[in-house]
């Protein structure tokens, strides 16, 4: 079976994803050949009465214990839990060392696991020294609690001076880079609308980042705009509404009706076919939706087809 080139989403598990659905859901991943699941621990305070997140790890920790064996990897993050109600995002837990470690003891406790495949520095801590968040990350590599680490919603720029420090210090290196991206891109200069951290969009530089350091994975989120490609009834912001977004949705058009798919999934194609190859999280909220995006993630697009859409 082909392990489709994506990350399961799992945002709104346990909040407006029930967990009967869920289940269902990472059942029918798993039967797929899915490999990486994505949470974090502050997944997703917005939409739960507590006003923290949690829940979607202490799912996944119920689903895990419940299918010992499932060979699906794991990826959380650390950073974005807010410290007190409404605290969001000047009242954040961080990444001083003692923050992220007591996160990672209870990410840890809610998955039920001793260690996670991929743990990720949420969003930027300027208070932070460069030194000290590489040590800390380093360190739970070495000690198990992760098998590697990642940067999202960092400036590339940021990411290299985070990778440089690493090096320097002989300690294990950031490996996988995570921003915002899809086919359709927002107007320069225009705030896009569900965005608080204008730095996690990947940028151009973001994008040359992966290509000249194919060590990296590119991982991305938002990739299908929220059913925006798919949806009549979800039409895009008006960031998006500007000549050069028609053009591309008429490049979609034509690759989706030759190959009798969603422009959706033309889009997932797009991102794990290209250069840089890139893996979109996916998040979804039934079956079906899961099986449609496991298919997009899983059409190698040929040339021809990489070139229609990237001229557009």
Not at 182 to 201: E, F, H, K, R, T
Request: hydrophobic letters at 40%; aromatic letters at 8%; charged letters at 20%.
């Amino acid at each position: 079976m082909t392990t489709p080139r994506m990350a399961l989403g799992t945002m709104y598990f346990g909040t407006t994803v029930d967990e009967r659905a869920a289940f269902s859901i990472l059942d029918r991943y798993a039967e797929l050949g899915g490999s990486f699941v994505d949470t974090s621990d502050n997944y997703s305070f917005w939409t739960s009465e507590t006003g923290f997140g949690g829940q979607s790890e202490a799912l996944l920790g119920r689903w895990l214990a419940s299918n010992p064996g499932v060979g699906v990897r794991l990826s959380t993050k650390v950073g974005a839990q807010p410290t007190r109600l409404g605290g969001f995002p000047d009242h954040v837990e961080g990444l001083h060392e003692d923050a992220v470690r007591e996160a990672l003891a209870k990410s840890l406790d809610r998955l039920g696991v001793d260690g996670v495949d991929l743990y990720w520095a949420h969003v930027e801590d300027p208070s932070v020294p460069l030194q000290t968040l590489v040590g800390t990350f380093a360190g739970l590599v070495s000690e198990g609690l992760t098998s590697r680490w990642g940067v999202s919603n960092h400036p590339s720029w940021l990411l290299e001076r985070i990778r440089a420090t690493a090096e320097q210090a002989g300690l294990p290196q950031p490996s996988a880079y995570q921003e915002r991206y899809s086919y359709i891109q927002p107007a320069g200069g225009m705030d896009v609308a569900g965005q608080p951290i204008p730095l996690g969009m990947l940028s151009p530089d973001g994008l040359d980042f992966l290509q000249r350091n194919p060590s990296f994975d590119g991982w991305v989120y938002t990739a299908t705009l929220q059913g925006r490609y798919d949806r009549r009834d979800r039409p895009f912001e008006i960031e998006y509404q500007h000549p050069g977004t028609e053009r591309r949705l008429a490049a979609l058009a034509r690759v989706a009706d030759a190959r009798g798919i969603r422009p959706g999934q033309v889009v997932l194609a797009w991102l794990t076919s290209g250069r840089p190859v890139l893996t979109p999280i996916v998040g979804v909220s039934s079956v079906e939706q899961l099986e449609q995006a496991v298919k997009g993630a899983s059409i190698e697009l040929t040339h021809d087809e990489l070139s229609a859409l990237d001229t557009a």
